[in-house]
């Protein structure tokens, strides 16, 4: 496990008390009898020093903050505003109107004072104080803060949550003079902007009964919750997202009446657009309206039942009115019916179950949390006393676990009296993200029988801005106070176990071994070295599914094969890059003899590092530099180096080479370029200072000699040499051997060379999950502003959907691909409101902060933008993903827009520069919606970039593609390597014109120190070899988990029909058999990384996903008569709700009968062979045995069609009155 920080709890409690300690009692008394009733809310840093809090609202007083502070040092700043020593900045939003900030200083400087004053503050400029009084002392430990509020505020509800946060700024080191050298910070909450206070009352939690058994990740990710948790206990809660209330006037209506939903809104935000969407039974929308929010949070929808026309009309039957506030935020839902039916549970219901193994000594949590909105960082906390003995006092017994809704894995914390919130993490947590919410899924080791339990849901709406939504369960459960925390009884009840579990997929469902040649060009590899080199190197790697925050089912073993190239070989290489390597324009060094800019470029590397290279009587350098195409040095490699090797050319062998040539081999400094051709503007661009390369073919090369460059390291610096500008200990990821001097460090350049490339580039992981499909449409629209880019004529000057459509063709060859490509204008009346509003919000801010002479770009604000292109990418037919019927057939469209700005200069979405996103499908977060572009005229006409890689790149996310400088540890932390940023053919590098070379060269060719008439990076980028490997792969193993999970599903089915898994249909067994043979061909052919062949992995694989599929729609079959028609048993999962009550007299017969008669004549129910008996000796009344199949069918102990057998009998007596001529009376069942 590795440590990093995890979102720990942003929840600190307030104390409602009476009495509060007093100003003078606090400069009196220490902390322990002061305040030796009340568990503080108490943080340990990573020095190992506390923060306690107690946050306290004194009845007919109001607000009071007492905070501790442990902290051994005591530096002293001079002639610094506003503080000279450690400091604690609390911020405090008492109202909706009104924010304070708490200043508290160690030297005793302290104030309180309101929000706008703030700036002022920082400055100096404002030094009173207003509305409270801030004390500050001493203590043995530190020092102490006291704040009282004048006013009495409201205290803090559960609709109206103190917003809080606060800053610590530790001065840890000061130079003689006073000046700072060292500090550290702490922020509460420690990811999130703002947390919350919450009042704690003094009502203990009653104790919750657990299941006995144990959950196992195989389970809660493929297992169906229902199933899994049919025999346990669940605990309902309130979901922390309140903003959204509704109620309708009532529940049952007539055709001629008109629904009223009243809507109430709790948020911050200013958001006033609601949209009101009815879905009839099918989850089809039927009817959908606008409205705004008033003032005072409230609005309401008029549905006229009988004026909706066509084949919208509404009729008898059940309905879902679902309200959204804003675009893509919280949703509410409420059910209304036509007619007299049973309303079923609202699934906008959040709970949890929990079990305990006795025999591992564990505990298991699954809990489910509806969350509609499906944006921000949402997550769950669970708190646990293993021991179940602490009170008012965490010990190290406690512990915590946390998962997010944007990071994989679970974060584990420890307790030591406090909570030590550099989190260990934990990959066993879980989490399955769906339309409406998520489930999360905890194991916990070494828990006692006795041991206590609490949960803390946060719910980060993202439409709050950086307010959050929570709620604890149970009602007390904060994180520092497990007196509160829920008390467990086990139960005897277990989860049942099912025969059909032998049929389970593992969370990984196929290996692969893969050999890596780490070749060695120019020297032999050095056996200590290698050693130390091998023990540093991955051996193994699963790669994740970035938006499904899981793996992606695959695990490849790595064979490490060092091999060294011949003197002969590598001499021959190194005399090819002598005789192709030139001098650059001008030069890198940066020395200028006038000393304008001092040093820049290579210049502060030299001077900095390697004086040897200088000229001591003039410091002038002695050496020379020269650069060399990299497509030439690829091309060389693969020619001369891997093409003539056997064991470099298997199918299943990647290569790493390392060019070892140092000053003896190559006298001068050198790195490479590359010039490329614009496929739409035939412009060329020219991309510098590499250090390696590689894409075209199965290898990368390293050159370990090649001058470093890095983004930064180039700006002009008068002393390289001091801690300031320059960093001489380059330690970064661009270092090379001409700055290693042991063999410790080349060593671990090697292994981080080499585990970088295997996790980013060979078998890196994906953002969405590849998916299959027989033919892909891009439906690309060029929205204009103004833009002469609009013009019909002009757009083949720098979009070319040959290209597009060239290169996907080539990433999936076994499917067909469309491009369709039209423009629109902005302008258009046809064009969405909310998307042309989002592109308007322009802000304009200055490229480099404080020097407004480098320009000005326009940015667009990300996540107006993202929402406003998911409303419109809705309205698109974007094909459903993952239906895997018919999917020999089966379409994808992916809408895709690129907007052309008229402005002169340059448009970034947000201020870090970005051009594009892809972002989650707002009916499923696990999946790509669609793909955004921005550019400018500007960027077009005059830097000549094309738009054809940006859409490329775009496209490639929505395809699955990560970056291939992102990715994750096998643990699942996420992690970043700059070296595959730029230096390599892909197209989802960030390597495009103007972003190829890096800040400083960016700026050297603003001040025209380095003459360039185009923008740097690599115009012509592709799907490399790497890519598309990977590609296929994660086809073949979705297809794979495709076909396990269909023959799972099937068992259970089947099992749960009462048949014997032991004593299957021959015919069943044969199917199984041909989908385990296709699937058994398809890991084979992957494993020899045979991938798109007619008869490789892919072709395998679908063949087996296609018949388990099959296999699915037929595993309900009861029985078969040919002469009849087929349909679909279809039983809404509420009526068994109604059986139930039925079977336990909690409704009469009589509305039962009422209620499936009514169903059925609705064609809500579906029931086959329904023809009534027309003899006169029908009956009126039930069998005693239909009420017990009911009940028998509620608790699942017969089948759907054993129960629907009953239905036909009542039918049959009369019992049951249905209309002939509307329902199924010829129909078999086929499910």
Known sequence: MDESYGSFSPVLPIYIEDDVPTIAEFKKMNQNLLLKNHAPHSILRDNGEKIDTYLFYEKSKGIRIITYVEDSTDEQLKNYIPFTTDHLLTYLQVNENEIYFIYAERNGNACLFPLEKL????????????????????????????????????????????????????????????????????????????????????????KIQVNSGKIDVNDFLYKPLDIMTEDLKRNSFECADDT???????????????????????????????????YDENEEIVFEKFSTVSKKGESFFLID????????????????????????????????????????????????????????????????????????????????????????KLDENDVSFSINTKDIGAHEYTSDGSWITHAKHNPDGRLLLNNYGYDAFFHIKDVGKDFKFAIEQIDDTEIEGAFLKSTQIPSNAFSTHPEFWYEVEIVDEKISPMNADVYQPDEIVITQLLDVNLILVGDTWDSEIKDMITKNLNLEYSPYIAQELNRAGITYHYDYNFVDVSENDSNGLFEYMKSESKSWRGTFYGENTETVYEYWGFAPWIKGNHTEWMRHYDDMFDIDFKTMDASKMEEYIQQNIISKNNVFTKPSAVNLVFISGDMDDIDFLHSYDLKTQDVATKKFHEAVGMMGFGGKYNFYFFDLYSVPWHDTQGFPDSDPTDDW?????????????????????????????????TSFLI??????????????????????????????????????????????????????????????????????????????EQEEIVIYPGYPEFGTIHIVNSEKIKKAVIEWASSQQTGDINDYKDIEDSIWTIPVILIIDDKQNYLW??????????????????????????????????????????????????????????????????????????????????????????????????????????????????????????????????????????????????????????????????????????????????KGNDLNSPDGSIKNALDAAILSSQFAEKSNVSYEVQDKSKIKLDIPPWIKSNAKWWSNDAITTSEFLTAIEFLINQRILIIPDTTPNQSESMTSEVPSWVKNNASWWANDVISDSDFVSAIQYLISQGIIQIDSSEVNTTTIIVE
């Open 909 to 1086: 979405i947000d201020n870090w520069g970005g051009s594009g996103f892809a972002p989650s499908h707002p009916d499923d977060p696990t999946q790509p919606c669609c793909a955004l572009g921005v550019m400018t005229d500007w960027e077009i006409w005059n830097d000549k970039q094309g738009a054809t890689d940006l859409v490329l790149h775009e496209i490639g996310h929505t395809m699955s593609f990560m970056h291939p400088f992102m990715g994750y540890t096998d643990e699942g932390e996420f992690v970043t390597q700059d070296y595959f940023k730029k230096w390599y053919w892909g197209v989802m590098a960030y390597n495009q014109p103007n972003q190829g070379c890096g800040y400083w060269y960016d700026w050297a060719v603003d001040v025209e120190l380095i003459p360039d008439d185009s923008t740097c990076g690599i115009a012509d980028t592709f799907f490399t070899e790497f890519d598309r490997d990977n590609y296929s792969r994660g086809i073949t193993v979705n297809l794979i988990k495709t076909a396990k999970i269909n023959i799972y599903n099937s068992m259970i089915e089947l099992e749960r029909d009462g048949k014997d898994l032991n004593n299957l249909s021959q015919e069943t067994k044969n199917t199984v058999s041909e989908i385990n043979s296709l699937l058994n061909k398809a890991e084979s052919k992957l």
């Open 725 to 757: 500008g320059y960093d001489k200990t380059w330690n970064n990821d661009m270092i090379n051997l001409h700055d290693i001097h042991t063999d410790k460090r080349h060593a671990q350049l090697i292994s981080d060379y080499t585990n970088n490339a």
């Open 119 to 206: 700036n002022d503050f920082w400055t100096g400029v404002y030094s009173g104080c207003s509305d409270g009084a801030v004390e500050v002392k001493e203590t043995d430990e530190g020092f102490a803060i006291y704040t009282k509020f004048f006013d009495e505020y409201y205290t803090s509800t559960k609709d109206f949550q103190y917003p809080f946060y606060f800053d610590y700024f530790d001065i840890t080191k000061t130079s003689d003079d006073g000046l700072l050298e060292e500090y550290q910070t702490y922020h509460f909450p420690d990811i999130q902007t703002i947390g919350n206070a919450i009042p704690i009352s003094d009502q203990k939690s009653k």
């Open 244 to 278: 959204i209330s509704l109620i309708s006037n009532k529940q049952f209506y007539d055709i001629e009446d008109v629904v009223r939903i009243d809507v109430k809104i709790n948020s911050f935000s200013n958001e006033e657009r609601l949209k009101l969407k009815v």
């Open 763 to 840: 078998t890196p992981s994906y953002v969405y999950e590849p998916i299959y499909k027989s033919k892909y449409v891009a439906d690309i629209v060029l929205v204009s502003m103004g833009s002469d880019s609009s013009i019909p004529s002009l757009t083949d000057k720098f979009f070319n959907s040959e290209k597009i459509k060239r290169e996907l063709e080539k990433l999936t060859p076994f499917s067909e691909w469309e491009i369709k490509f039209t423009v629109q204008d902005i302008s258009d009346g046809s064009f969405p409101t909310s998307l042309r509003n989002a592109i308007n």
């Open 305 to 392: 039942l009988d004026n909706n026309s066509g084949a919208d009309k509404f009729h008898k039957g059940l309905y879902r009115a679902e309200v959204e506030y804003g675009i893509d935020g919280s949703k509410k839902s409420t059910y209304f019916a036509i007619g007299n039916m049973q309303i079923p549970e609202s699934f906008d219901t959040c709970y949890f179950y929990l079990t305990f193994d006795a025999y591992s000594n564990s505990a298991s949590v699954l809990i489910h949390v509806s969350d509609s909105s499906n944006s921000g960082r949402d997550q769950v906390q669970i708190f646990v006393d293993k021991k179940g003995d602490s009170e008012n």
